[in-house]
């Protein structure tokens, strides 16, 4: 027999087949079903459910605190706040607001922060977001829709969920081998912990990596836009200097030519004054 575990957040989008005889035999099945209860709790917002229409600061936040108000940790923190908004723009983590309204774009960007600063520095946030405020530091071949690229994201962790849980679950078990969860509680945590924080520390390092090769892309790509850029003007520079120059000879030509045309009028009427003096 199976049951069938949802989380809430995700509007019954998270089945977790777990068999009923494996939870029953586990001794410590309270434990073990907590850790399965935080796991499968927390909110996330559906690209679905993401308003179309821009909002206004007060509305962003009351919109992402009711969202994932459940991912807290304790009562007193803060999903976001004005001042964090606020110095992600001024950190240029997020575009500036257009008349003080928010876009999709912004609330999806917001959203990728939310997650990242809790295990990735702020620096590093602004290189892996930098290609979605700055096209200069792009050079890929797919235009950068961020929204497409979020719904893809989520839709990944919605059919892989699953296999988080697990590998979760199979870290309590591992650590039940060593401890007794019951009577070396601390002594069970602690490796549990230790376990988890490994694989953490691994795929942290991998992220590291993969953000400070996109650095040394981008930093490459601005300084070639640059030079394109820098080599434009020159040409469009020298364009207007040839095209003034042209203009320039064309006047003195013009010049000249109504210069010698007065001149020869002059010694044409010198000439008639002349002979008809002789006369």
């Known amino acids: 027999a199976t049951t069938e575990i949802y989380t809430l957040s995700l509007h ?5 087949w777990l ?26 917002i559906d690209p679905d459910e993401i308003p179309e229409i821009d909002l206004y600061m007060d509305q962003l936040t ?15 923190d803060k999903t976001m706040t004005k001042t964090m908004i606020n110095n992600y723009t001024k ?12 876009s999709k774009d912004h609330l999806i960007m917001l959203l990728y922060i939310y997650y990242l600063k809790n295990f990735v520095s702020i620096t590093d946030i602004q290189t892996l977001l930098a290609p979605m405020n700055n096209n200069d530091c792009y050079n890929g ?14 839709n990944y962790e919605i059919d892989n969920y699953n296999d988080i849980i697990k590998s979760i679950l199979s870290t309590y078990d591992k650590a039940s081998d060593m401890y007794d969860p019951e009577t070396d509680a601390y002594l069970h945590d602690m490796c549990m912990v230790s376990m988890l924080s490994v694989d953490v520390y691994v ?13 040394s892309v981008q930093e490459q790509t601005l300084k070639q836009n640059a030079q394109k850029a820098k080599t434009a003007e020159k040409t469009k520079s020298t364009e207007k200097v040839t095209v003034t120059g042209k ?32 006369r």
Not at 27 to 44: E, F, G, P, V
Not at 141 to 154: D, M, Q
Not at 203 to 215: A, N, T, V, Y
Not at 250 to 269: G, H
């Open 247 to 278: 203009a320039k000879t064309a006047e003195k030509v013009t010049a000249n030519s109504k210069t010698k045309a007065t001149e020869n009028t002059k010694a044409n009427r010198t000439t008639t004054g002349s002979k008809k003096s002789g």
């Open 19 to 44: 068999c009923l005889g494996e939870i029953l035999m586990n001794k410590n099945i309270t434990r073990r079903k907590k850790l399965l209860q935080i796991a499968t709790s927390l909110s996330y």
């Open 12 to 16: 019954d989008a998270l089945p977790i």
């Open 203 to 215: 795929k942290k390092k991998c992220i590291e990596h993969l953000i400070d090769d996109m650095h």
């Open 91 to 102: 950190n240029n983590l997020l575009p500036p607001p257009d008349k003080k309204r928010y």
């Open 141 to 154: 071949e797919s235009p950068v829709n961020i929204e497409e690229v979020y719904r893809k994201l989520f």
């Open 62 to 76: 009351t919109f992402m605190e009711d969202k994932l108000n459940a991912n807290k940790r304790s009562e007193d």
